[in-house]
Structure formats: structure tokens, C-alpha cells
């Protein structure tokens, strides 16, 4: 492979389709994964017609299928220079007392247990040529805890602490660690929280402006740019109008 390799996870929708966007204008060969096959199909007209393009679908919870699919990437497409691990979700918001079970599997499995599956499969060829960048995409709700946030909140301080693990393990290694921490990203994120609730999941980005995937993609793009001396470690980003998790300035 000519161009240097981004593999983004959860590239079907949000931030993980502007990131694979963003990566492929940049001249990356692109390997996108999710589980909506036809997702991953039309992402292809979306990147610009001279990148090469390698669709992968799987369930970053099935471990493996993860290493199975990862550990036999075509030969041209195997040493990866970026891995972008943004495949995750909430789901549901409700108080510890009545959470369902189901929601919090859900959560750990995808958010923390996947995120760990794919660098689990990828990391060892990243160490082998010694180079190698990984953006962990964590959250707000890594860095604070909110009312109802409960176990979403700790999927993704469990992503920050590993990511701080990360960079001091693969330290020697001379591998870059990045963390995205967004706040309120405008994606379908707040539909698969609320399970399909469109009235629901709308209010969530009403009066204010919320952030756009695109702007993510922008801090991804500042990081892959920067000379490799040059790690972008921890990133909290945020709409102008939200000061903190739970403190958004909404009109009324
Ligand atoms: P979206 O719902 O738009 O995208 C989620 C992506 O994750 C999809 O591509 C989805 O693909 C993929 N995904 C979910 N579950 C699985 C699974 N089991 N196996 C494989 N892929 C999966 O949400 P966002 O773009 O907003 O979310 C992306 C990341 O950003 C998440 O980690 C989220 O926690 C984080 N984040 C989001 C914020 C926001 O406000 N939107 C703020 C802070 C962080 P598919 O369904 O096709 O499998
Ligand atoms: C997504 C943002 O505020 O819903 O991680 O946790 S928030």
C-alpha cells in the first residue's frame, strides 16, 4: 500500500464516518468497520474516488471475530499507521436502581471490551515497526459523572484510564496515544441511548448549538498532522454553550 493505513471502528454513522471522511481526503487508505454492511457500502461513494477502501463487518463484541477478521488482513493492508477506536454507544439513561442489565453488557462490551478486542489485534504489528498512532474516542462522561450516566460514565473512564495505560505501555515503543473527549456531538448517538425515540433523542441537541462529527474529525485530522515528535495526548472538547456535563446553557 502506497498511502499510510487509518482503520476506524464504528465508521457507519457520526463520528466515525467524518473521521474515515476527513482521513481519506487526507491521502489515508481507508478501513472502515461497523456492523450495517450497507452502511459501510455507501460510505464508499463519500471518500474520494482514488483512495483504497477495505469495508470490514463485525460486532466488536464478538472477540473472535475481531481477531479473526483483524488477524488476516490482506497482506497490503496490515501495517496500519492510525487506529481510531470510536465504536461505542450509550444505552439507555436510568438511575442505578432500575438499569437494565441488558443496557450495561451492552456498554461494557462494545465501549470498553471491544475497544480492547481491536487493539488487542492490532497493537502487535504497531510495536513490531515501532510506529504507530491510536485515538481512543472516550467522552465528557469519562472525565465527570452525571445524573443517570452511571455506567455509560464508567465504559468511558474505563476508556481513559486504558488509555493512559496505553500511552505509558507503548511509551517504549515510540507509539502515539490520543484522547478525544468530546461533549455534545449531534449523531445518532442519542437515538440508540433512547432506543429509537426520535422526540426524545432531538431534545437532547435543542437550543444550542451542538458540536458537529465533523468537528471531532478536525481534532483528529490536528493530530495525525502534527510531527511525530508530537503527541496530541487528552482532548476535552465542547460546544461553546455547555460549561460542563450538566451544565448547558439552553434558550428557553
Ligand atoms: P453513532 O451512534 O452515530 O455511531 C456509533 C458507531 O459505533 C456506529 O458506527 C456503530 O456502527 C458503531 N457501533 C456501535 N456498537 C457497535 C458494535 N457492537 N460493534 C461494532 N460497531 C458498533 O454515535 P457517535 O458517532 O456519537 O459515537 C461514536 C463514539 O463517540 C462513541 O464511542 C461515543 O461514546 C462517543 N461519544 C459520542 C458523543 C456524542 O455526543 N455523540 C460525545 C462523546 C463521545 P453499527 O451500528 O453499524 O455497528
Ligand atoms: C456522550 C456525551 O454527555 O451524553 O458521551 O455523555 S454525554
Known sequence: MKNKIALVTGATSGIGKACAITLAKLGYSIIATGRRADRLKELASDLPAEVDYLPLVFDVRDREKV??????LPEEWKAIDVLINNAGNAHGMDPIQTGSLDDWDAMMDINVKGLLYVSKAIIPGMTERKSGMIINIGSIAGKEVYPNGNVYCGSKHAVDAITKGMRIDLNPFGLRVVAIHPGLVETEFSLVR????????????QGFEPLLAEDIADIVEFAVTRPSHVTIADVVVLPTAQASATIVNKVK
Not at 67 to 72: N, T
Open 67 to 72: 481477531l479473526e477478521i483483524l488477524g488476516a
Open 194 to 205: 433512547f432506543k429509537g425515540d426520535e422526540k426524545r433523542s432531538e431534545s437532547v441537541y
